[in-house]
């Protein structure tokens, strides 16, 4: 496959691996200390810094398991 056959695909990657450190960074980041800010309680902020990690990893291994 060259790029000349499937760019759209190639696009398409391309977007996601600019995209998906944008989105860890920042919801990584900033989400945590704004629910601080709205005064969320402790295992609120926790759920919130941990939720996203661990729903990642089971749908890795959904994907390994359905692939």
Excluded: C, D, K
Excluded at 23 to 28: N, P, S, T, V
Aim: charged share 5%; proline share 4%; no cysteine.
């Amino acid at each position: 496959m060259t790029n000349e056959t499937h760019p759209s695909s190639l696009s398409g990657v391309t977007a996601e691996g600019v995209l998906s450190p944008t989105m860890r960074g920042a919801g990584g980041a900033y989400l945590s200390a704004y629910a601080l800010y709205v005064n969320a309680a402790a295992a609120q902020v926790g759920l919130i810094a941990t939720l996203p990690a661990l729903v990642g990893s089971f749908a890795q291994l959904l994907a390994a398991w359905g692939g």
